[in-house]
């Protein structure tokens, strides 16, 4: 039976901290929904309704979007290796840019990367867990590192100009905000 709590619990950030990826959904007005894993060390619980999570650099950039439009978004882990639950985080969340004076402080939460694009700082206003007793097992195998291996081949440049070439719009064609000049 689903339950839902107006705050992140110790049990609750106990149980996001020991997953290894989380799903991100959003949508615009008249978009479609996005949902998109993410993994590799890129979340943060900084109290009881406050999460960020760092985007990296990728082939699509809905998430921005989305939330131009839109404050809303959910996040959600599912326990596959152990403990039977799905906990999710309703809420809204600020994107900051590379640009932006509260993007530094945040991103200096995680290892340095040049692939950096988005920090989402989300307000949590509900969190509800549920059973998740058909959430099948599966082995942690480790992270992959493909993603940090074409970040660093790419360089500093080579990310701008991939940000300006591929991410300035969701697959809807709504802006992502990620290069300034361009808004």
């Keep these: ?7 992140i619990s110790d049990d609750h950030s106990g149980f996001i901290l020991a997953q290894h990826i989380f799903f991100v959904g959003s949508a615009g007005h008249d978009s479609r929904v996005n949902i998109s894993p993410k993994g590799m ?3 943060r619980i900084l109290g009881p ?10 082939s699509g950039n809905e998430t921005a979007g989305h939330l131009a439009q839109i404050n809303r978004m959910t996040l959600m882990w599912c326990g596959f290796e152990t403990r039977p639950m799905i906990l999710r985080c309703y ?3 600020r994107t900051l840019h590379p640009r932006d004076a509260d993007f530094a402080p945040l991103n200096a939460e995680f290892a340095a990367s040049d692939g950096a694009r988005q920090i989402y700082d989300v307000h949590v ?6 059973c998740g007793y058909a959430v099948p097992f599966f082995d942690y195998a480790g992270e992959r ?13 080579g990310i701008e100009t991939y940000w ?9 064609g709504i ?7 361009a808004e």
């Excluded at 070439?165 to 969701?170: D, F, L």
């Design 145 to 157: 590192d493909v993603l940090e291996k074409w970040t660093e081949n790419k360089g500093t440049d």
């Design 41 to 43: 060390d890129s979340l």
């Design 175 to 181: 802006p992502t905000q990620i290069i300034a000049d």
């Design 125 to 130: 206003d509900l969190v509800q867990t549920s």
């Design 49 to 58: 309704n406050r999460i960020i999570w760092r985007n990296l650099t990728g």
């Design 164 to 172: 300006r070439e591929r991410n300035q719009h969701t697959i809807d």
């Design 91 to 93: 809420g809204s969340a």
């Design 1 to 7: 039976m689903a339950k839902q709590f107006d705050h």
